[in-house]
């Protein structure tokens, strides 16, 4: 410029980009230091790296710039497995959080340097929380509803986000190695606003809340018999029209022909009861090995699919880091028995009752016969290639089996309890305490914490025992002072 020459350094920043940082202006000979002009350009290059190349402009801008600088990293990681450490559900719920934390902050005018700051950019966050307790979703629906409060898991998971971005904001390991020297919300501090707040949510604390609230044993041999009797007749019944007509029966008149609608919920409960499965390792499980490596695309540490071995339905489950093969055609609460023969039924009937042929059908070759083919065996509608949907099934489930068979006098008020109910079961038959862990991926210790005080009619064999052993000596009687 102007016969004039200048030294510049080549960086990329966060994005990517290849930008040109200014050193300094060249000279001839040496300056008042005895230094030449390159020498004097590579003592700046090391201030600014020492600096981390932090200029006026990036301190003051929006934290909303850098809220989408973390989302497109988290979709990044999303799209390329390689990169992506996480798995695709918990990089989706950062970036939910993170957006829900942007949609407060638009309004706020907070830039990057008032996290300088600390105690005063803390009383914001602390803003922030108190915005989720006092806040109201406001749902849109034809009844005029205003919504309801948000649940105290909702803002924890809310709040761990933003725990998340400001630690990300200080990895060295992004961009220009951090944008902030000092992460201004860590870990204890969240911690801490949790308790302050009253954010607190145990497992312990909710099946307790429960136990006050139906005046009652949160088990009951009698429940369990009741669920599965139901279970087992609804499926029965669905499954035995379509042995008849190759139909399945609608639930509604405008409901879509061959759709089992809102009673899937006894399909999975089934299931539930009679292996203690968590809900989702049913309603995302593959149909086959196959399918499960067509559609896995996104890397996931959970997972689960069907396959069959000598005529025995296998189910493999991968799930939050641990692994199980479950062999299932031993089960008895997963035959279906009808009196009509089902299609492509091959050899002879299973029994007969006196009067007439019965035949026994798994479960899993029930959903596989009556069910849409697709890469899972629940699937959301026809020819979808996605799993039936958490939401809608949450609905289903409280519908049903909640509202309609009444389920809940026996302390069930989510799908989760049919795994309890499941545990508690066998515990109170003396099933071998390692069996039921390796079904479950439960450790012991956590199945005698978490299940065996719920379940009283044990406890009272227990102390019956104890009573037993004690009456076999007399009582002290206490000496008169």
């Known amino acids: 410029i102007n016969n004039e020459h200048y030294w510049y350094a080549f960086r990329r920043d966060e994005t990517g980009k290849l930008k040109t940082r200014y050193l300094g202006k060249c000279y001839e000979g040496l300056n008042n230091e005895g230094l030449s002009s390159f020498e004097t350009a590579l003592i700046t290059l090391q201030k600014r790296l020492n600096e981390n190349f932090a200029s006026k402009i990036t301190e003051t801008k929006n934290i909303n710039y850098f809220i989408d600088l973390f989302v497109k ?13 996480l798995n695709y559900s918990t990089l989706l719920t950062h970036i939910n959080g993170a957006k829900r934390f942007r949609k407060w902050t638009e309004t706020q005018n907070i830039k990057l340097h008032h996290l300088k700051n600390i105690d005063e950019y803390r009383h914001r966050i602390k803003d922030y929380i108190e915005h989720l307790v006092k806040n109201r979703e406001y749902m849109t629906n034809r009844k005029g509803d205003i919504g309801k409060s948000l649940a105290i898991s909702t803002i924890r998971q809310y ?109 999975v409960s089934l299931f539930q009861l009679a292996m203690g499965f968590r809900v989702g390792e049913i309603l995302r499980s593959f149909r086959s090995y ?26 493999e489950v991968s799930w939050k880091g641990k692994f199980t093969l479950l062999p299932t055609n031993d089960i008895d609460l997963l035959r279906i028995r009808t009196w009509v023969k089902p299609p492509n039924w091959k050899g002879k009937p299973s029994g007969n009752n006196g009067k007439e042929d019965y035949y026994d059908t798994h479960l899993v070759d029930v959903c596989m016969e009556m069910f849409s083919n697709s890469p899972f065996l ?49 515990i109170q038959l003396k099933t071998d305490p390692m069996l039921i862990s390796a079904i479950t991926r439960h450790s012991i210790i956590t ?35």
């Open 73 to 85: 990293d988290c979709q990044k990681r999303i799209e390329s497995p390689l990169e992506q450490g």
């Open 159 to 267: 709040l761990k986000v933003v725990g998340i971005f400001h630690e990300w904001l200080a990895d060295e390991t992004w961009g220009s190695g951090g944008y902030v020297k000092v992460n201004p919300i860590p870990k204890d501090w969240i911690v801490k606003a949790r308790k302050r707040y009253g954010l607190i949510y145990t497992k312990k604390n909710d099946r307790q809340n429960r136990l006050r609230r139906y005046s009652r044993d949160f088990y009951s041999s009698e429940g369990y018999d009741k669920m599965v009797s139901d279970c087992i007749t609804e499926v029965r019944d669905v499954w035995e029209v379509f042995c008849k007509t190759g139909e399945i029966p609608r639930e509604f008149r405008n409901q879509p022909r061959n759709r089992v609608g809102g009673r899937i919920v006894y399909f």
């Open 290 to 315: 196959e399918d499960f490596l067509n559609e896995n695309l996104k890397a996931s540490d959970s997972y689960s699919f069907w396959r069959k071995i000598d005529d025995t339905w296998v189910i």
């Open 378 to 426: 629940f699937t959301a509608y026809k020819n979808s290639h996605k799993h039936y949907s958490y939401s809608q099934y949450n609905n289903n489930f409280k519908e049903h089996c909640i509202g309609k068979k009444q389920w809940d006098t026996y302390g069930i008020d989510m799908t989760h309890d049919l795994r309890h109910y499941f545990i508690t079961k066998h």
């Open 447 to 481: 199945m005698m914490k978490f299940y065996k005080e719920e379940n009283v009619d044990f406890q009272k064999a227990s102390v019956r025992n104890i009573g037993i052993q004690i009456g076999k000596y007399k009582p002290i009687s206490q000496k008169e002072n």
